[in-house]
């Protein structure tokens, strides 16, 4: 791995300049300053908020026939003004954090360092180590955090006279004994925070952890004081040591390598980013640094949230929660083909701690058997529709969350996990057999009232802004893939044959992906005009990636998928971070490598941050993780029943090399290629399968010993 580490010269000033450092459950951000050293902390299950029911208005479904008339009679203003009146949920995110709540931070911890001077001064964050690194005269700080250990680790040599700690977070009980601070308070849940520290050898070592009462039976400051005796006991090289191979095994599985990618390793990398052209290992980096993060976040109880774990706030934007019409899913895009899929568990069980909840709110607000999930959720089992226009229908959140189920089942052949599964999978599907509802006007299933995420169409009949529909095309996309998923399931576990029966004829009812007066796939049921042509959603190409519904199998809305995306950049489109990072995936499957080179360039130049971190803005992690899924979908996909190595490959990367790379099927695919062509190509499977792989124009079947 040759792009592997982040460097400065010159401390942070702000947030966004600082390095951060995470096992999955503990987060901090190291700032490097000169004569004090601020640490911005966090723990995953700090959060305001508690466990509630959706509040909803209890008489909501008297109107669902009622708006669905409207809808059908093409009255899109007046049935949106009903959705908005009754089917909203009043526990959302700023309108009300004691009940839906908000991660927050855990607080600072400043170090004080007198004797520090700035004549030579660097500061790094090494990522197949886990570790952060100043120097600064004669001082030097390493920082680290220990998954192992679940302890946040600071050492700085040299240049400790006078050094003083101090802890800050409001609303919290501090006290300081000389070697140990300690922090409580309440979220409405009981935190803990634990700080140790102790000079040895001229240096000044420093442990600290935290917890919360969420998913614990014991009380916080138990925890953290076994928590750090362990990890003091087992000492900081032991820590250290441990840090180093975890981070490196998880990251080594897989390896993307340019030519003398790393010949601008030495330019600072606030530098880079500015002048991202010609700079394949910054590439390189992007695509590690991705990976890092997730490692970095999601190893926990809680899946990585709209910030991973990193967050300043008190009240973040958009709550740092678990948004489910594109952001939480794309946390999770690279993981299984850079061979991490481990890391993907904490947003498993983060779907099962939603679906009794989800079951209540498909009942009480649609009278539908099984489960539906909206757009956000948070730790306490939230499940509902939203709390303003758009979102008072999006219903397809969670049937979205199950792709991932399949997309694990698709890598692993897992049977066992697919049975495990298979009651989430069915209830997703048993709600859209109650909620599909048939459009007198053309005679297919449609979801009503329905939304596609976040856009807005200009209702012909008045020349206004609406959003409430029925069957938008990302609506039908994720349902069309949830129920053939779900036959899928039952064929492979041979069960429940009647259902198999009752989705096939659903199926059939669906309707089709549509092509527009523009060349474009139409996003609504109708050919609307866009009141946004460049909205950052590209919701309607759902079915080209993450999905694969077009591909190069079906040339027409193959070609429509492009003028779609076209469309929307010849009108400002890309413009957030996670934006550009998803039209970056897009071009992969369309096989412009050139296309989606040039908006990874975008991404980093117009949306990355000068810790690398992605910028929607504000920060928002998301993009990150879509650029690392892009880069490795440019070298090899597997979702159209093949392995095709290369299928996007850009001009400026005819020669390179990658490592490891997952395939779907269970297979690890290595490959270098010389002026675009291949050159090696190694598979390896479980004994006894095999797999099609298509490169350099050819197509073989390769048999795994």
């Given at each position: 791995?040759?792009?592997?580490?982040l460097?400065y010269?010159?401390?942070?000033?702000?947030w966004?300049?600082?390095?951060?450092l995470?096992?999955?459950?503990?987060?901090?951000?190291v700032?490097?300053?000169?004569?004090e050293?601020?640490?911005q902390?966090?723990?995953?299950?700090?959060?305001a908020?508690?466990e509630?029911?959706?509040?909803?208005?209890?008489?909501?479904?008297?109107?669902?026939?009622?708006?669905?008339?409207?809808?059908?009679e093409?009255?899109?203003?007046?049935a949106?003004?009903?959705?908005?009146?009754n089917?909203?949920?009043?526990?959302?995110?700023?309108?009300?954090?004691?009940?839906?709540?908000a991660?927050?931070t855990a607080?600072?911890?400043?170090?004080?360092?007198?004797?520090?001077?700035?004549?030579?001064?660097?500061?790094?964050?090494?990522?197949d180590?886990?570790?952060?690194?100043?120097?600064?005269g004669?001082?030097?700080?390493?920082?680290?955090?220990?998954?192992?250990?679940n302890?946040?680790v600071?050492?700085i040599?040299?240049?400790?006279?006078?050094?003083?700690?101090k802890?800050?977070?409001?609303?919290?009980?501090?006290?300081?004994?000389?070697s140990e601070?300690?922090?409580?308070g309440y979220?409405?849940m009981k935190?803990?925070?634990?700080?140790?520290?102790?000079?040895?050898?001229n240096?000044?070592?420093?442990?600290?952890?935290a917890?919360?009462r969420?998913k614990?039976?014991?009380?916080?400051?138990?925890?953290?004081?076994?928590?750090?005796?362990?990890a003091?006991n087992?000492?900081?090289?032991?820590?250290?040591?441990?840090?180093?191979d975890?981070?490196?095994?998880?990251?080594?599985?897989?390896?993307?390598?340019f030519?003398?990618s790393?010949?601008?390793?030495?330019?600072?990398?606030?530098?880079?980013?500015?002048?991202?052209?010609?700079d394949?290992?910054?590439?390189?980096?992007y695509?590690?640094f991705g990976?890092?993060?997730?490692?970095?976040?999601s190893?926990?109880?809680?899946?990585?949230?709209?910030?991973?774990?990193?967050?300043?706030?008190?009240?973040?934007?958009?709550?740092?929660?678990?948004?489910?019409?594109?952001?939480?899913?794309?946390?999770?895009?690279?993981?299984?083909?850079?061979?991490?899929?481990?890391?993907?568990?904490?947003?498993?069980?983060?779907?099962?701690?939603?679906?009794?909840?989800?079951?209540?709110?498909?009942?009480?607000?649609?009278?539908?058997?099984?489960?539906?999930?909206?757009?956000?959720?948070?730790?306490f089992?939230h499940a509902?529709?939203?709390n303003?226009?758009?979102?008072?229908a999006?219903v397809?959140g969670g049937?979205?969350?199950?792709?991932?189920i399949?997309?694990?089942?698709?890598?692993?052949g897992?049977?066992?996990?697919?049975?495990e599964?298979?009651?989430?999978?069915?209830?997703?599907?048993?709600?859209?057999?109650?909620?599909l509802?048939?459009?007198?006007?053309?005679?297919?299933?449609v979801?009503?009232?329905?939304?596609?995420?976040?856009?807005?169409?200009?209702n012909?009949?008045?020349g206004?802004?609406?959003?409430?529909?029925?069957?938008?095309?990302?609506?039908?996309?994720i349902?069309?893939?949830?129920f053939e998923f779900?036959?899928?399931?039952?064929?492979?576990?041979g069960?429940d044959?009647?259902?198999?029966?009752?989705?096939?004829?659903k199926?059939?009812?669906?309707p089709?992906?549509?092509?527009g007066?523009?060349g474009?796939?139409?996003?609504?049921?109708?050919?609307?005009d866009?009141?946004?042509?460049?909205?950052?959603h590209?919701?309607?190409?759902?079915?080209?990636?993450?999905?694969?519904q077009?591909?190069?199998?079906?040339p027409?809305?193959f070609?429509?998928a492009?003028?779609?995306?076209?469309?929307?950049l010849?009108?400002?489109?890309?413009?957030?971070?996670?934006?550009r990072?998803?039209?970056?995936?897009f071009?992969?499957?369309?096989?412009?490598?050139n296309?989606?080179?040039?908006?990874i360039?975008?991404?980093?130049?117009?949306s990355?941050?000068?810790?690398?971190?992605?910028?929607?803005?504000?920060?928002q992690i998301?993009?990150?993780?879509?650029?690392a899924?892009g880069?490795?979908?440019?070298?090899?996909?597997?979702?159209?029943?093949?392995?095709?190595?290369l299928?996007?490959?850009?001009?400026?990367?005819?020669?390179?090399?990658?490592?490891?790379?997952?395939?779907?099927?269970?297979?690890?695919?290595s490959?270098?290629?010389?002026?675009?062509k291949?050159?090696?190509?190694?598979?390896?499977?479980?004994?006894?399968?095999?797999c099609?792989?298509k490169?350099?124009?050819?197509?073989?079947?390769i048999n795994?010993?």
């Open positions: 791995m040759k792009e592997n580490r460097y010269t010159s401390p942070s000033s702000v966004e300049e600082a390095l951060p995470g096992n999955g459950k503990l987060g901090m951000m700032f490097g300053g000169v004569n050293e601020r640490l902390l966090n723990e995953e299950s700090f959060w908020g508690r509630t029911k959706a509040s909803f208005n209890p008489d909501a479904y008297r109107y669902l026939d009622k708006i669905r008339k409207l809808i059908f093409n009255k899109y203003s007046q949106e003004e009903i959705c908005n009146k089917f909203l949920c009043r526990h959302l995110g700023p309108h009300d954090i004691t009940q839906f709540g991660h927050q607080g600072d911890l400043y170090i004080s360092l007198p004797s520090a001077n700035s004549d030579v001064y660097s500061r790094e964050l090494i990522l180590k886990g570790l952060a690194r100043v120097i600064c004669g001082s030097e700080r390493d920082y680290f955090v220990s998954y192992n250990y302890t946040a600071i050492r040599k040299g240049g400790i006279e006078g050094a003083k700690l802890y800050e977070r409001d609303n919290a009980y501090v006290t300081d004994n000389g601070i300690t922090a409580i979220l409405p935190y803990f925070i634990r700080i140790r520290y102790y000079v040895e050898d240096a000044l070592y420093i442990f600290m952890t917890s919360t969420f614990e039976e014991k009380e916080p400051e138990e925890i953290t004081a076994e928590t750090l005796d362990r003091m087992a000492g900081y090289d032991i820590l250290l040591k441990g840090t180093a975890y981070f490196s095994d998880l990251l080594s599985r897989t390896e993307i390598t030519p003398d790393g010949k601008k390793k030495d330019i600072p990398t606030n530098e880079r980013i500015e002048n991202p052209e010609n394949l290992g910054l590439v390189e980096l695509y590690n990976r890092y993060l997730l490692i970095g976040s190893r926990g109880k809680l899946p990585a949230n709209l910030q991973g774990i990193w967050n300043k706030e008190y009240r973040p934007p958009w709550t740092a929660d678990f948004h489910l019409n594109i952001n939480c899913q794309m946390n999770y895009w690279a993981a299984e083909a850079a061979n991490l899929p481990e890391l993907i568990e904490p947003f498993f069980d983060h779907i099962k701690s939603f679906i009794k909840p989800a079951e209540e709110s498909a009942q009480l607000h649609f009278h539908c058997r099984g489960w539906f999930q909206g757009v956000v959720s948070n730790p089992g509902s529709l939203g303003y226009g758009w979102s008072s999006f397809t049937a979205w969350c199950v792709r991932h399949k997309e694990r089942w698709l890598y692993s897992d049977k066992e996990f697919l049975k599964y298979y009651p989430v999978i069915k209830g997703a599907s048993l709600f859209f057999c109650d909620y509802v048939e459009d007198p006007r053309n005679g297919y299933l979801t009503a009232p329905a939304s596609s995420p976040e856009n807005v169409f200009i012909p009949a008045d206004k802004r609406a959003s409430i529909c029925a069957g938008p095309t990302m609506d039908i996309s349902i069309r893939e949830l779900n036959i899928q399931a039952i064929d492979v576990l069960n044959t009647d259902f198999r029966d009752i989705l096939t004829e199926l059939s009812k669906l089709p992906i549509r092509i007066k523009h474009q796939i139409m996003e609504w049921s109708e050919d609307f866009e009141a946004e042509p460049g909205h950052r590209i919701s309607h190409l759902y079915a080209l990636y993450p999905a694969s077009i591909t190069k199998n079906t027409e809305l070609n429509a492009k003028k779609t995306i076209e469309r929307r010849s009108h400002g489109g890309g413009h957030t971070g996670w934006s990072a998803w039209i970056i995936n071009y992969a499957r369309l096989c412009d490598g296309k989606a080179y040039e908006n360039l975008q991404l980093i130049k117009k990355t941050l000068p810790n690398l971190f992605d910028n929607h803005p504000p920060f998301d993009g990150n993780f879509g650029g899924a880069i490795s979908e440019m070298l090899m996909q597997s979702h159209d029943g093949y392995i095709d190595i299928p996007a490959l850009p001009d400026a990367w005819m020669d390179g090399e990658f490592n490891g790379l997952m395939a779907r099927g269970g297979f690890s695919v490959c270098k290629w010389k002026k675009g291949v050159t090696f190509l190694d598979i390896k499977g479980k004994p006894g399968t095999k099609t792989v490169y350099n124009g050819k197509t073989e079947e795994c010993p």
